[in-house]
């Protein structure tokens, strides 16, 4: 385990928005006080820049996965929603997964919000990333957007052996609820601090310390006071500070309860 200090539980570090710039951009979250981050793919060459990304600097960790909008990219035919998973791409994602940087099946899940790939085709492709994980005993980060009965059900189907993160939690009371009955732990990013987003705060304040994990999800959300420019983990400085101020709790106790969760979840220890 890196010292302690916070944990961006939820990054992009390839985007191409940080083109040019990632040297500077870990530095300044390391001098923000950031010691580990959790940069996530969305499809298979993501993915594996990630883990390249994970490999090269310490305190950077890796998660690779095929996001619901890049679903149709894991089958066979990806024009024909009804074709067979693809073995290759299958393949490829398992020898990502198996490197000791990579902790995590993720980015996956579902997004009903802008429907990039067909509902059935996303489903498909979700249940599939799950078992792959539990064969290989590591996490999920999930990703929800409009389609809480059909992740509920999904991920249901599953053993609650299942570990995993509901990142960016932006859904409702019972989403929550349930996440935390199935031992899923909940990822607070940007939007905790946005003056549109109050039922969040309630939210959370009923959500057990150990659930909990901070983020930015970074280049997108990025917290007030820094809403509208490009997101990055130093940044989650300010989730962390909007988060200890709704919970009641001290900044420094609860950045070593976040960073403990995170290190729990990912195994990084």
Not at 107 to 133: C, F, K, M, T
Not at 214 to 238: I, K, S, W
């Amino acid at each position: 385990m890196t010292a302690s200090g916070l944990f961006d539980s939820h990054a992009h570090l390839d985007s191409p928005r940080f083109d040019g710039e990632r040297q500077e951009i870990i530095a300044r979250a390391n001098s923000a006080g950031v010691s580990d981050i959790m940069t996530c793919g969305s499809d298979l060459a993501t993915s594996r820049q990630n883990a390249e990304l994970a490999q090269a600097h310490v305190g950077v960790w890796a998660a690779a996965g095929i996001h619901g909008h890049e679903a149709s990219s894991a089958l066979s035919d990806p024009a024909d929603p009804d074709s067979p998973l693809d073995d290759q791409t299958w393949d490829a994602l398992v020898e990502l997964a198996e490197r000791p940087q990579v902790r995590a099946i993720g980015e996956i899940g579902l997004d009903y919000h802008y429907d990039l790939a067909p509902r059935s085709v996303q489903r498909r492709v979700l249940d599939h990333q799950i078992a792959l994980a539990l064969d290989l005993n590591l996490p999920v980060v999930l990703h929800n957007r409009e389609s809480d009965d059909d992740m509920r059900e999904v991920v249901d189907c599953r053993p609650t052996s299942l570990r995993g993160v509901l990142h960016c939690f932006l859904a409702d009371q019972s989403m929550a609820d349930w996440a935390v009955e199935r031992g899923l732990y909940i990822g607070v990013a940007g939007p905790i601090t946005f003056k549109k987003v109050r039922h969040l705060p309630d939210i959370v304040r009923g959500i057990p310390l150990d659930r909990l994990l901070t983020e930015t999800d970074c280049p997108y959300l990025a917290p007030h006071p820094r809403r509208g420019r490009r997101n990055e983990p130093a940044y989650v400085q300010h989730v962390l500070a909007e988060l200890a101020s709704v919970l009641g709790v001290d900044k420094d106790e609860l950045a070593a309860r976040t960073h403990e969760n995170a290190c729990t979840l990912f195994g990084i220890g």
